[in-house]
């Protein structure tokens, strides 16, 4: 399957969305609580609407399980060999506490397996995408880049390719001995304290940094940090875009006692714990 037209539209829908949530982080917007106290805003639903109208115009449309619609029956999604996994704002927390760590998640799911993902960063104008078969890129600037979009149906790929570094970005430092490990900011549970110290016996330098959101597993596929150990809860939308862009650049998302990837469209949408690794990573 030739994907070139799909980077290109969830790459549209993401930058379009960030405009919306810009605006709204922008403004003093409210919040909303969710039945499981999860934050809600604007700019959730704003992004949610605007992503979905991009994925689902066109000749090929596919099925859209989002964050924001999460509520359809497993009996009509286990038929899906292929559907769009979205998270139109990762990060609400982040988002609300304005700390610019949030970012619009697209992913493609191909019989269970992401082929495809995108990550915006609005704030810090960075996107992300990876692809199989084509590798994973970051763009710097990416709403300048692309600043004509705006009823734009489709960028040919070589012009998103001319604007994108591909990753992993090799370390000019040359040889690095420290391993460095990124954790969540808000999820840094008892069981992922105990497993960096489990690292700590077999490396001499460790270096421990955070981010929130999906960032962490982009800065996996660039090569600015190591593993990612989550042992606290997420959802497939929270993981499926950064997997498809870890596993593009040469890294894996895997369960945490084993080497067996992430799935989705599951029954139970809830990931299990997993680790993600770089491209040469050999942690366990």
């Not at 070139?4 to 605006?23: M, N, Q, R, V, W």
């Not at 489709?154 to 998103?160: L, V």
């Not at 084993?258 to 990573?281: D, H, M, Q, R």
Request: glycine letters at 6%; proline letters at 4%.
């Amino acid at each position: 399957m030739d994907f070139d037209t799909y980077i290109s539209a969830t790459i549209i829908a993401a930058l379009e969305a960030g405009k919306a949530i810009i605006k709204v982080y922008e403004s003093d917007f409210s919040v909303e609580y969710k039945a499981d106290s999860s934050p809600l805003t604007l700019a959730d639903k704003q992004a949610h609407t605007i992503i979905k109208e991009y994925l689902t115009t066109g000749d090929d449309v596919f099925p859209v399980l989002s964050e924001e619609g999460r509520c359809i029956p497993f009996e009509e999604r286990k038929n899906w060999e292929m559907l769009w996994i979205v998270d139109p704002l990762d990060g609400t927390k982040e988002f609300v506490n304005r700390n610019g760590e949030f970012t619009v998640n697209i992913a493609l799911i191909q019989k269970t397996k992401p082929v495809l993902g995108v990550i915006y960063s609005p704030v810090l104008d960075k996107l992300y995408f990876g692809c199989k078969g084509k590798g994973a890129y970051v763009i710097t600037e990416a709403s300048n880049r692309f600043s004509s979009i705006s009823g734009v149906k489709e960028i040919p790929i070589e012009t998103i390719i001319e604007y994108a570094q591909k990753l992993p970005i090799k370390n000019k430092k040359g040889n690095n001995t420290t391993l460095t490990i990124i954790a969540s900011r808000s999820h840094f549970s008892g069981e992922t304290e105990e497993y960096v110290n489990s690292l700590k016996e077999s490396y001499s330098n460790i270096e421990l940094i955070s981010a929130g959101s999906s960032l962490k597993m982009c800065l996996i596929a660039e090569g600015k940090a190591h593993i990612y150990p989550r042992f606290a809860p997420t959802m497939e939308w929270d993981t499926a875009a950064g997997q498809a862009i870890v596993e593009a650049s040469g890294g894996r998302v895997v369960l945490h006692d084993s080497e067996e990837k992430l799935a989705y469209n599951k029954e139970n949408l809830l990931n299990p714990w997993f680790i993600v690794k770089t491209k040469g990573c050999t942690c366990r």
